[in-house]
């Protein structure tokens, strides 16, 4: 029965993480990055992965914080250097293997990304992401919604990229 329940959510938190990249704005990209980040967060929580539980616990907080810039509390660059940190301290603590490094770094990435004004941006500099999270679901976490995910999410970033950002230019 766990092992239902895991893969319901993983395959939730799959097709919320492809829409997120779809999107034209970075507040909806990031308001469904939250939704998707909690689902997978239950997904390696149930699976045992620490690591991935708990960076992707940190990830819906970023993802929350960074769509609230326009307000005061969330505008602070304080915020970019206060998660990368987390991050970093939290892979270490949770480190059940030497594939923690990958999602540590792809989280540097993401949030950096995250942080960006534009969903263009963010696109571009979070595309690293997948292919890191992929070693460790792939190969640690053994989770192939995980996989699944950042395949898709790869692909949908690299679409997003072409039909959001560049094609505007072929078409002037």
């Known amino acids: 029965m766990i092992s239902v329940i895991t893969n319901i959510f993983g395959g939730l938190a799959l ?3 492809v829409l997120s990249y779809q999107q034209k704005t970075a507040k909806k990209v990031l308001m469904l990055q939250l939704i998707s ?18 960076l992707n616990v940190i990830s819906g907080a970023r993802a929350y914080v960074f769509s609230q810039k326009d307000k005061k ?7 970019l250097y ?19 490094i990958f999602p540590m770094i792809a989280m540097i990435f993401t ?14 500099i979070t595309l690293p992401n997948s292919p890191l999270w992929m ?12 996989v699944a995910t950042d395949l898709f999410t790869f692909v949908s970033t690299i679409v997003g990229i072409i039909r959001l950002d560049t094609q505007k230019k072929t078409r002037r």
């Open 82 to 100: 206060a998660f990368i940190i987390v991050s970093i301290i939290s892979g270490i603590l949770t480190w059940q293997t030497p594939f923690a």
């Open 73 to 79: 509390w969330a505008s602070g660059k304080i915020w």
């Open 15 to 17: 097709v919320v993480m």
């Open 135 to 146: 070693i460790y679901n792939g190969l640690f976490a053994h989770s192939i919604f995980a």
């Open 37 to 54: 980040t909690l689902l997978f967060a239950a997904h390696f929580g149930l699976k045992g992965a620490n690591t991935g539980l708990v």
């Open 111 to 124: 949030t950096i990304g995250f942080y960006a004004d534009t969903a263009k941006k963010m696109r571009l």
